[in-house]
């Protein structure tokens, strides 16, 4: 019989990566480093986070360095990518742009991320407030080619727009790939994807009975184009359904995974952790 204390071993020996978390967001303000032990607690060893805006970019930054409190904190790794979330697009200003590049070259972040194009329906968007964020994708899809960084990309129900733009690059030379974020898309859509460099992330949502959809995709995908992330502080795994994301929830994606993959956790852990690795350029932890 496997013991808690079992339990509790064989996560810590597993080297888990949240290649998707935002760790800077005020929500974490008041226990960010009792969080970051958690993960080290649990096997998440190194948490990726991607800015959104840029209001925000100096916050970001500025985390890797602010967060070393504790043994346990130290022992996480916090890599962070720069980019203009489609969301926030009405904040963003061609300057920006600029700028981006400019920290780009200064502070050689993992990725360029999160950008992206949302064009769901409760955005209401028009005509030109589609135009600006098709924009800003490319002249951010620009820059990540120009310094040959992997991209961190948010799509909702725009995946046609979003496989064109990256076959655009691809075609002209563009091998860094980069992450599809919280994937929800069909199994041609993934495969357009795979095909042009991409993994693809699977965060917290997986873990609720009600997602086949999520899980007949993590089924057909194989194993070595999949990702985990948390996208903490949002959409958290059903476990803890209704409070706060925290990327020491990893496990419990991971564990989803390995159910629909019909394969060990730590196969899981070991596949994916990898496949992080490979998209960012990392080494082992």
């Known amino acids: 019989m496997t013991t808690l204390t079992d339990a509790k071993a064989m996560a810590k020996a597993m080297s888990l990566i949240d290649t998707h978390c935002h760790l800077d967001f005020t929500d974490f303000d008041m226990d960010r480093n ?14 990726v986070v991607p800015a959104t805006q840029q209001s925000t970019w100096q916050r970001t930054l500025d985390l890797p360095f602010s967060a070393k409190t504790s043994d346990s904190v130290q022992q996480v790794a916090l890599y962070v990518a720069l980019g203009l979330h489609p969301v926030f697009n009405d904040a963003h200003q061609p300057q920006h742009l600029l700028e981006l590049e400019q920290l780009v070259i200064e502070h050689s972040p993992i990725a360029v991320g999160e950008i992206g194009l949302d064009f769901h329906t409760s955005m209401n968007l028009s005509s030109a407030q589609k135009d600006k ?49 919280a994937f929800n898309g069909s199994i041609q859509q993934a495969e357009h994807y795979i095909a042009l460099g991409f993994s693809l992330g699977f ?35 059903m476990a803890q359904r209704g409070q706060r994301n925290s990327p020491a929830y990893l496990p419990d994606v991971a564990r989803a995974v390995a159910l629909y993959k019909s394969l060990d956790v730590a196969e899981i852990a070991k596949h994916t952790t990898r496949n992080a690795q490979t998209v960012f350029g990392l080494s082992s932890p």
């Open 34 to 47: 009792e969080v970051i032990d958690s993960c080290s607690n649990v096997g998440v060893n190194t948490i």
């Open 203 to 237: 965060g917290g949502m997986l873990t609720y009975p009600r997602s086949s959809k999520l899980q007949a995709l993590v089924k057909a995908i194989p194993i070595d184009n999949i990702v985990l992330e948390t996208d903490a502080p949002d959409m958290t795994v």
């Open 133 to 181: 964020q098709l924009a800003y994708f490319e002249k951010q899809f620009v820059i990540a080619n120009t310094h040959q960084l992997p991209v961190i990309i948010h799509n909702r129900k725009a995946h046609d727009e979003c496989i064109k733009i990256i076959k655009s690059f691809y075609d002209n030379g563009y091998r860094k790939g980069g992450i599809i974020h």
